[in-house]
């Protein structure tokens, strides 16, 4: 146990690691997610993390190729592992707003969803409501 104590928390081996399905709404605990639902974010990916935590000042860097054990789908859009320092050198906090890995995490779900890839997502998301009511007008003609 000397060895763990005597590595330094600036060390990247000690960075907290946060997969995308702890904050994904689509999974449910026993699949790992470890933040209430309500604030979960649809398909969270490593890099929109990563965005997000670098955007506030971490320490961030994404490891690509690293998987979440409980996930069963292995397309690259469930790959990757981001990795974020909360500790310094000394042991004090990096920044003081996130004191725990919880803290990242519920941080990281409430913003991922203001990125710009997502508002865009969202904003072209008009054309399939039109599909939508086009879609309800069939369903009427076929109660007839």
Same mark, same amino acid.
């Given at each position: 146990?000397?060895?763990?104590?005597?590595? @330094?928390? +600036?060390?990247?081996?000690?960075?907290?690691?946060?997969? /995308? +399905?702890?904050?994904?709404?689509?999974?449910?605990?026993?699949?790992?997610?470890?933040? /209430?639902?309500?604030?979960?974010?649809?398909?969270?990916?490593?890099?929109?993390?990563?965005?997000?935590?670098? +955007?506030?000042?971490?320490?961030?860097?994404?490891?690509?190729?690293?998987?979440? @054990?409980?996930?069963?789908?292995?397309?690259?859009?469930?790959? %990757?592992?981001?990795?974020?320092?909360?500790?310094?050198?000394?042991? @004090?906090?990096?920044?003081?707003?996130? /004191?725990?890995?919880? @803290?990242?995490?519920?941080?990281?779900?409430?913003?991922?969803?203001?990125?710009?890839?997502?508002?865009?997502?969202? %904003?072209?998301?008009?054309?399939?409501?039109?599909?939508?009511?086009?879609?309800?007008?069939?369903? %009427?003609?076929?109660?007839?």
């Amino acid at each position: 146990m000397a060895c763990a104590a005597a590595r @330094s928390p +600036a060390d990247q081996d000690r960075f907290i690691c946060i997969y /995308p +399905a702890y904050l994904n709404n689509k999974k449910t605990i026993a699949e790992g997610r470890r933040i /209430p639902i309500s604030k979960a974010v649809e398909n969270p990916t490593a890099t929109e993390i990563q965005d997000v935590c670098s +955007a506030v000042g971490l320490n961030v860097f994404v490891e690509k190729n690293k998987m979440y @054990s409980r996930e069963w789908n292995r397309d690259a859009q469930y790959r %990757g592992r981001v990795r974020v320092q909360l500790r310094q050198e000394d042991g @004090s906090l990096c920044l003081v707003q996130f /004191p725990s890995r919880k @803290s990242v995490m519920l941080y990281a779900a409430e913003m991922i969803p203001k990125l710009k890839t997502r508002t865009q997502k969202t %904003g072209g998301g008009d054309p399939s409501l039109q599909q939508g009511e086009g879609s309800k007008k069939g369903k %009427g003609k076929k109660k007839k």
